[in-house]
């Protein structure tokens, strides 16, 4: 660990060590602590290392992050799934009525959400979109290994426009360009800019797009536009807008019915 110290906290820093040799080597915290005396073949060891020196996340260096009950391939291409993304998905579940939906994924990524919509409720039509090819066969790779069936699409949606669906769940980039100067290293290194990052002065772009195309929404969001978020959902005829906190009292995810 100590050769990570000037990259994270102690704490941090177990946490990255426990997830790598957890991942390369099938070792727990226990397992480590009880070998720590033995000698233990780790062939990419200096790789690994080297590329964790520079920032790179654990998930990307090891090529997998979980997501829900399940893993997912991640690398360079997509955003590494967060806490509060599970979240959204647990209430998308937790409203979704029993009958079969179409339901579209905007922005998939990994396809993280479009997955775990698939294996919680396979009755449903789950549709994923994204603007990055490199991303989508990322995502087709889950599905397969997950076993679900999920309708792949390359769409950019600022030129085209949405599969017709009766719910649209999306983790757009909302991220103002400026706010990279106080984001850590690992995250603006190497997550894709693609899937963070708009405009200063148009950060409710992606959400203005696919609000206009959709009757019922689910956003994550960032959490310092829940107001504005409010209003132009309000400004598009959604009559039910519900905002939501996360598990950490940020505002973080929106619903909005017509």
Avoid at 44 to 73: I, N, T
Avoid at 147 to 153: A, L, N, P, Q
């Amino acid at each position: 660990m100590s050769a990570l110290a000037n990259i994270y906290d102690e704490r941090e820093a177990q946490n990255v060590v426990s997830y790598w040799f957890e991942q390369r080597l099938g070792l727990t915290r226990t397992d480590f602590v009880l070998k720590m005396n033995e000698s233990i073949d780790f062939p990419s060891y200096e790789e690994d290392l080297s590329r964790l020196q520079q920032h790179e996340p654990v998930q990307y260096v090891c090529g997998r992050a979980p997501f829900m009950d399940f893993w997912l391939e991640v690398s360079v291409a997509t955003l590494i799934p967060r806490p509060e993304t599970e979240e959204l998905v647990q209430w998308v579940l937790d409203s979704l009525p029993q009958q079969k939906l179409t339901l579209l994924d905007v922005g998939t990524g990994s396809g993280a959400i479009a997955i775990a919509l698939k294996r919680a409720r396979p009755d449903c039509t789950v549709i994923a979109v994204d603007v990055d090819s490199e991303a989508l066969d990322i995502a087709r790779r889950n599905a397969n290994e997950c076993g679900t069936e999920v309708d792949f699409i390359e769409v950019d949606v600022l030129e085209h426009g949405l599969p017709a669906a009766d719910i649209i769940i999306s983790n757009p980039p909302y991220i103002p360009v400026t706010e990279q100067n106080s984001m850590e290293p690992h995250v603006i290194s190497h997550e894709p800019g693609l899937a963070l990052f708009v405009p200063d002065n148009d950060p409710l772009m992606f959400y203005r797009i696919i609000a206009q195309q959709a009757s019922t929404v689910f956003f994550e969001i960032h959490m310092e536009f829940g107001k504005e978020m409010r209003e132009m959902l309000a400004k598009f005829g959604f009559d039910r807008i519900e905002l939501r906190k996360d598990l950490q009292g940020r505002d973080r995810m929106i619903l909005a019915q017509r």
